[in-house]
């Protein structure tokens, strides 16, 4: 295909349940087409994401997927069942609102969970407590036994990406977890970082730091 040639994707071309109606407004720098699902629906889908077959429909084929694997496993209104239910949509229904975070980003649960039985057998070995949540180990990973634990809400909060982590003294933990090894309030620590001070002097209890500008005033 010679460069800067643009694929030319015609109205009614059709890709699962989804028909095309026109050429719709990018999504950064990524082409999307407005497209009518049979169930009436009309959606901005990415180009990419139609042509991969990522995505089928509006959302309405994993909705009705997911209520006849419910009848067929008896699942349906079990806290296990909404986990796997909002696991799979997070990642493959763009009508989710935290899909950026996890389909938008490439998170993708595995073939073998889109089996509610299978997932649930793996979760039943695996330690599952009404307690606990899925987490993910990797988070740049996808949803796959290799990959994922039954966590405490703080266990995952600790695992999560937007947690900022700090190497000092040749260990990484987060700044919440420094700040209880070290005695020091979080705000602190965070304060003095995004001050620029020097990760040796951030890090020291506050009688050590007042001494430290003592003798740099005198």
Not at 27 to 33: C, I, K, M, S, V
Not at 194 to 212: D, H, N, R, S, T
Request: charged share 25%.
């Amino acid at each position: 295909m010679p460069t800067g040639h643009r694929l030319q994707i015609l109205a009614g071309t059709r890709y699962g349940r989804l028909v095309v109606v026109r050429e719709a407004e990018k999504a950064g720098h990524a082409r999307q087409l407005l497209c009518r699902c049979d169930c009436g629906t009309l959606k901005a889908i990415r180009l990419h994401d139609l042509r991969s077959r990522a995505i089928r429909s509006c959302g309405c084929l994993l909705s009705e997927a997911s209520r006849k694997r419910a009848l067929r496993h008896g699942g349906a209104g079990s806290r296990l069942y909404a986990i796997w239910c909002h696991m799979r949509y997070r990642c493959a229904n763009p009508k989710n609102p935290n899909y950026r975070h996890y389909g938008g980003r490439g998170i993708r649960v595995c073939d073998e969970w889109g089996d509610f039985a299978v997932f649930r057998d793996w979760a039943s070995a695996n330690g599952y407590r009404d307690d606990l949540t899925i987490e993910r180990i990797d988070n740049g990973g996808g949803y796959r036994p290799s990959n994922c634990r039954w966590a405490t809400r703080g266990e995952q909060t600790n695992n999560t990406r937007r947690i900022l982590r700090v190497r000092f003294s040749g260990e990484t933990k987060t700044l919440k977890q420094w700040s209880r090894v070290l005695g020091i309030k979080y705000t602190t620590l965070y304060g003095r970082l995004l001050a620029g001070w020097p990760m040796e002097k951030a890090f020291a209890p506050m009688a050590q730091v007042e001494l430290q500008t003592k003798e740099v005033q005198s």
